[in-house]
Nanobody, 124 residues
Framework: QVEVAESGGGLVQAGGSLRLSCTIS????????MGWFRQAPGKEREFVAG????????LYDDSVTGLFTISRGDAKRTVYLQMNSLKQEDRAVYYC?????????????????WGQGTQVTVSS
C-alpha cells in the first residue's frame, strides 16, 4: 500500500519562505513522477510544480516560476517544494501526488495517489 504524506505547512508573513516535504512509503515497483498542487477555498485544485523520476526535469506553473523550486531527495521517495517570496494569494492547501506515467503531467486526473494536504497561510 503506497502512502503519500506532506509536511511543512504553516503560517508565514508575506515575503517569507516555507519548505514543504512529501514522503512516500510502501511498495513501489515502477518509476513515477511527482507533483505539487494547491487548492484555495472555493477554487479548483491547480498544478504548481512537477518533477520527473530522475529529477532532471521540472515544470512549473507560470504563477510560481522563479519563486518556487521542486526537488527530489536522493532516495527518490521524498520531494520538496521550496517556496520563496510568498504572497497572500499563495494561501491554500498544498497536496503532493504521484503519477505512475513517469513523465510530468499537469492534470490532477493523471495522478494516481495523493496525500492529505498541508495548509499554507500567508499573512499580510
Amino acid at each position: 500500500q503506497v502512502e503519500v504524506a506532506e509536511s511543512g505547512g504553516g503560517l508565514v508573513q508575506a515575503g517569507g519562505s516555507l519548505r514543504l516535504s512529501c514522503t512516500i512509503s510502501g511498495g513501489l515497483f515502477s518509476t513515477y513522477a511527482m507533483g505539487w498542487f494547491r487548492q484555495a477555498p472555493g477554487k479548483e485544485r491547480e498544478f504548481v510544480a512537477g518533477i520527473n523520476w530522475s529529477g532532471d526535469s521540472t515544470l512549473y506553473d507560470d504563477s510560481v516560476t522563479g519563486l518556487f523550486t521542486i526537488s527530489r531527495g536522493d532516495a527518490k521517495r521524498t520531494v520538496y517544494l521550496q517556496m520563496n517570496s510568498l504572497k497572500q494569494e499563495d494561501r491554500a492547501v498544498y497536496y503532493c501526488a504521484i503519477s505512475f506515467r513517469g513523465v510530468i503531467v499537469r492534470a490532477p486526473s493523471d495522478y494516481d495517489k495523493w496525500g492529505q494536504g498541508t495548509q499554507v497561510t500567508v499573512s499580510s
